[in-house]
Each structure stands twice: as structure tokens, then as C-alpha cells.
């Protein structure tokens, strides 16, 4: 069974950076989507960033700009680049990779900014 590792959580000050890894225990296939979300909780879980398989991106409107997510396929590892970071992007990120077949899901790490 494949198994998602996030990792880079941590507390950050207002305008600092932080850059989250996801590691896939195995290589996968037939990828539609890999993507990075958040939860909180007083909110659902939200979608942050999001690439597909051709590399096309999307990203929340409350982190373009600041945010960028990549992928380094070789080593089956997803990022999130996170810069200029606000209080209120405080929560738990997941990271999620959707293939042809199943949806899988990380444990999660807490990011928290605060002065």
C-alpha cells in the first residue's frame, strides 16, 4: 500500500517561508492530479495548490503569489514552496495524489504562524 510522507512543518513568523516535502513510498502511475491542502479546525479541508500530470497549476486565491507548488519525479516527492506566510495560513497540510485508480492521502503537518 502506498504511503505519503509529509514533512517541513513547523512555527514561523509572519513573512517567513517554509517549504513542505511529500514523499510516495513507491513510484506511481497514471497520476491525474498531486496537490497540497489544508485544514483547520474551524474550516473543512481546502485545496492550497494543485499540479497535473501535463504541470499545469492551481493555486488558492488566498496564496497566489506566495505559494508554489513542484514536483521532482525521480525521487516521487512533491513540494510547497511558502513564502510571505500570514497567521491565517496556520493548519494542518496534507498532501494528496490522485491517480486513475485510487486517492490517496499524507498524515499531514501542522504549519503555524505566529510572532
Known amino acids: 500500500q502506498l504511503q505519503l510522507a509529509e514533512s517541513g512543518g513547523d512555527l514561523v513568523q509572519p513573512g517567513g517561508s517554509l517549504r513542505l516535502s511529500c514523499v510516495a513510498s513507491?513510484?506511481?502511475?497514471?497520476?491525474?492530479?498531486m496537490g497540497w491542502y489544508r485544514q483547520t479546525p474551524e474550516k473543512q479541508r481546502e485545496s492550497v495548490a494543485v499540479i497535473t500530470s501535463g504541470g499545469n497549476t492551481n493555486y488558492a486565491d488566498s496564496v497566489k503569489g506566495r505559494f508554489t507548488i513542484s514536483r521532482d519525479n525521480a525521487k516521487n516527492t512533491m513540494f510547497l514552496q511558502m513564502n510571505s506566510l500570514k497567521r491565517e495560513d496556520t493548519a494542518v497540510y496534507f498532501c494528496?495524489?490522485?491517480?486513475?485508480?485510487?486517492?490517496?492521502w499524507g498524515q499531514g503537518t501542522q504549519v503555524t504562524v505566529s510572532s
Open positions: 494528496n495524489i490522485l491517480t486513475k485508480w485510487n486517492d490517496y
Open positions: 513507491q513510484r506511481l502511475f497514471g497520476i491525474n492530479t
